[in-house]
């Protein structure tokens, strides 16, 4: 198979993310998914999310047979054109692995995939969305988590982002509206084990061995959380102690 392994360059995350791009900005992963790719027997192909992916899609679709989309960062590394990639691909008729554009839409604002979790009576913690710092706080139980509403990857998430009083609470929403330019999603913080579970396919799904972070090293008073330091600074103390 033809396939197109299509991602961000490491030069667009910096320059949109004054903080979060350590560690993200190292296409390593791409290269590795060609290596792997060829292994396999098939030619993988280098493209670019950027302005001219689009007419060069279109011109050179008859040259493709599949995507392989890890621009899961978002077009032009935003996290709120993300769907967008999917989207173009659907308007061009070309296969792609990941989710589509709807699926997409919805996941990528914290908030309406917590409305719809509700919807359908699936457990969610209890949350609140907040487009000013001094916005009159709901029914919210303390601690809370604080985060942008619409980035992965714990993207703007830190140690400090779990509050435990108001006047916190009211600081981490000031910092984050301001550094982000999007609203903060505020919501219960459970304080638990993680697990990722990841799923193959869609009419036939492959579930993949289930995995755990471990918090055994973290220092007391230290939330166990997967901040953004522990998801991409290797050389940071929360990457070395959640393993």
Request: proline residues 5%.
């Amino acid at each position: 198979m033809r396939v197109a392994v299509l991602f961000t360059t490491d030069t667009d995350m910096r320059g949109l993310y004054r903080k979060d791009w350590q560690g993200r900005d190292d296409n390593g992963h791409a290269f590795s998914v060609m290596k792997a790719l060829s292994e396999l027997g098939h030619r993988p192909i280098e493209y670019h999310a950027n302005l001219s992916m689009f007419k060069k899609f279109k011109s050179e679709k008859h040259k493709i047979d599949l995507v392989f989309n890890l621009v899961d960062d978002g077009f032009f590394s935003d996290s709120k054109f993300e769907p967008h990639v999917p989207a173009m691909l659907d308007l061009l008729g070309i296969k792609y692995t990941g989710s589509g554009y709807f699926c997409l839409s919805m996941c990528v604002n914290k908030a309406m995939t917590k409305k719809i979790l509700k919807h359908h009576k699936i457990p969610t913690p209890n949350f609140q969305v907040f487009t000013r710092a001094d916005e009159k706080i709901s029914n919210l139980n303390f601690p809370l988590i604080v985060k942008p509403v619409r980035e992965d990857s714990s993207v703007g998430i830190r140690n400090d982002s779990v509050v435990k009083n108001k006047t916190d609470l009211r600081n981490k929403l000031r910092t984050l509206i301001r550094d982000y330019k999007q609203p903060a999603l505020a919501e219960e913080f459970i304080d638990g084990r993680e697990f990722y579970v990841g799923v193959l396919g869609s009419k036939k799904k492959f579930v993949l061995p289930i995995s755990e972070v471990s918090f055994e090293g973290m220092p007391a008073g230290i939330p166990r959380i997967v901040n953004y330091d522990a998801k991409w600074n290797k050389d940071s103390a929360e990457f070395q102690i959640t393993n």
